[in-house]
């Protein structure tokens, strides 16, 4: 991808909320090529919250470190990418994706794909102000009715984005129903950038399938990473062997989660960092015996100590 090396095929996609420095690392740790952060806003007014300040770019990267913005403004999104390459941004992603109504209603993620020309003026200018590789990210359009993915591409493509990322799904679907990839195959006929595969790729076998069949050049997962990062390595093995790698045993898990933990606590500080663990271990936990009760409790402990030692006791 222009001067940038990816190791791989597999790339972990930004999530809000959850693609933070802590969860990176993990995926980066599991054999990710690539993993993009939480949305960067383009609004000059909130980059000096704390909130915006730990979404970019770190030097505690394990790999690339890619930042992904979003926002409607030619301009904002050009001073936004330049604002995050300034702070050590190797890769800048924009989202033309985000289904989410309080993203759409600014005009901005997947809400864009209804005026190509706006498309075209926010990539060029973003582009053109800085010196790192641009890729974009998508939906296959706006509704059933109106899927223009083809045309966006290749309209990409003219601007100079490196790469484009195909979420299998309309904005008006959501998350709703299963992701086609009809459409992704048919933007990989249409272009000569790297055309990235999304959406319900759950498992390695599924993994392989999406390969075979859209002829992606890579495959991004989103929702299949949480509570299970090495899913990565998991898929790897499976493309190389054939084969199922074993599974994860109580002890690895363990250890993973704990991990994971104590990175969020650093990460954030205590307060923060117990609510954000909260969700992360009901994910490492959910396909766990007793693990129902567990949450309940695990959700009312307000101590980062208590955090680990309930993990401990829990995972024997």
Request: proline share 3%; hydrophobic share 40%; glycine share 6%.
């Amino acid at each position: 991808m222009a001067n940038l090396t990816i190791k791989n095929r597999l790339i972990a996609a930004p999530m809000a909320g959850i693609s933070d420095l802590p969860f990176r690392s993990l995926c980066y740790q599991f054999g990710a090529g690539l993993a993009f952060s939480e949305m960067f806003l383009a609004n000059s007014q909130i980059w000096n919250t704390e909130q915006s300040l730990q979404k970019m770019a770190s030097t505690e990267e394990l790999g690339i470190k890619a930042v992904q913005i979003v926002g409607s403004d030619p301009d904002e999104m050009a001073k936004t990418a330049v604002l995050n390459v300034n702070q050590g941004a190797q890769l800048i992603d924009i989202n033309m994706g985000c289904p989410a109504k309080k993203v759409n209603k600014k005009l901005a993620g997947s809400a864009l794909l209804q005026y190509p020309e706006l498309v075209e003026a926010i990539l060029l200018k973003v582009v053109q102000s800085v010196n790192v590789p641009v890729t974009l990210k998508i939906r296959t359009g706006w509704d059933k009715a109106h899927k223009n993915c083809i045309n966006i591409a290749q309209i990409a493509e003219k601007c100079g984005i490196k790469a484009i990322t195909i979420h299998g799904r309309t904005r008006a679907c959501l998350f709703k129903g299963s992701a086609e990839y009809d459409s992704i195959k048919a933007v990989k006929e249409h272009v000569t950038i790297p055309v990235i595969a999304n959406g319900d790729i759950t498992s390695p076998e599924k993994a392989e399938e999406v390969f075979q069949y859209t002829n992606a050049d890579a495959i991004m997962l989103g929702r299949a990473t949480q509570g299970r990062p090495w899913i990565f390595e998991d898929i790897a093995f499976y493309c190389k062997h054939g084969k199922l790698k074993p599974e994860k045993s109580i002890d690895e898990i363990k250890l993973i989660t704990i991990q994971h933990i104590k990175y969020l606590h650093q990460f954030y500080g205590e307060r923060k960092g117990l609510q954000i663990a909260r969700k992360h271990v009901f994910w490492y936990t959910k396909n766990c015996e007793n693990s129902d009760h567990f949450r309940r409790l695990f959700s009312a402990i307000d101590d980062a100590e208590q955090q680990i030692d309930a993990l401990e006791a829990f995972f024997v």
